[in-house]
């Protein structure tokens, strides 16, 4: 069974900061990746998804994930964060072979502060 | 992508009774998730729904807590019986729309 770790629970930046949330995942297999965002209230958006070929995901909102095969990581960045993604973002993972469903890690919570 | 109806929004509930929260796709999909997501905490997943089968549950879930029905591939419900002040969460479900999965609003229950 897959399982997905997020290593930070709480993270907060600067106005203007960079941004790295780490993602590591189990699996022996093919897995198809996502990152999510929680908007304080509402509900689950998602920022990009890997699914094969070029590694560098890029996703909405300028974020962007990196897929390193050999570390099991999905990486999330983001080069200039903003007051408003303050928000808890969650990767998740789930095998390559169809109509199978997500499995989150615990969350990451990103306060942006001015 | 698919788009999800999910109601009721928000519930108070008496502690013994039950809820059913529904999910309505526009477009007809094989399998419905549903997943509980506790204050503070990531989204787990209760089951999967197969339209014509049994709901399959992960650990810790059983169908006498969380019965699901899937009576065709555009519709489910999930019920949340004999409700304790543990069960207080958010109730959403899913679906897999060409990789793209798409979740409902969420149903915010809280038992007292």
């Known amino acids: 069974a897959q399982s997905v770790s997020q290593h930070n629970h709480h993270v907060i930046l600067s106005e203007a900061a960079s941004l790295e949330l780490g993602c590591n995942y189990s699996?022996?297999?093919?897995?198809?990746l996502f990152w999510y965002v929680q908007y304080p209230g509402q509900h689950l958006q998602l920022l990009l998804k890997y699914f094969s070929g070029d590694p560098l995901v890029k996703g909405i909102k300028g974020f962007e994930a990196e897929f390193i095969k050999s570390k099991f990581s999905f990486n999330l960045r983001k080069p200039s964060v903003q007051w408003s993604d303050t928000a808890e973002y969650f990767c998740a993972v789930n095998a390559d072979s169809g109509n199978t469903p997500l499995v989150f890690g615990k969350g990451t919570r990103l306060s942006v502060i001015a | 992508s698919a788009v999800i109806s999910q109601k009721p929004s928000r519930d108070i509930c008496q502690r013994g009774t039950s809820l059913t929260i529904q999910c309505q796709v526009d477009?007809?999909?094989?399998?419905m998730f549903w997943y509980r997501q506790q204050p503070g905490q990531s989204l787990t997943l209760i089951a999967t729904?197969?339209?014509?089968?049994?709901?399959?549950?992960e650990s810790g879930f059983v169908i006498d807590k969380f019965p699901i029905s899937r009576p065709n591939l555009t519709f489910s419900t999930l019920t949340v019986s004999n409700m304790s002040p543990e069960d207080s969460s958010i109730y959403l479900c899913?679906?897999?729309?060409?990789?793209?999965?798409?979740f409902g609003s969420g149903t915010r229950l809280t038992v007292v």
């Open positions: 699996y022996g297999g093919t897995v198809n």
């Open positions: 477009s007809q999909v094989t399998m």
């Open positions: 729904a197969n339209q014509g089968s049994e709901a399959t549950y």
């Open positions: 899913s679906v897999d729309w060409f990789h793209g999965y798409t």
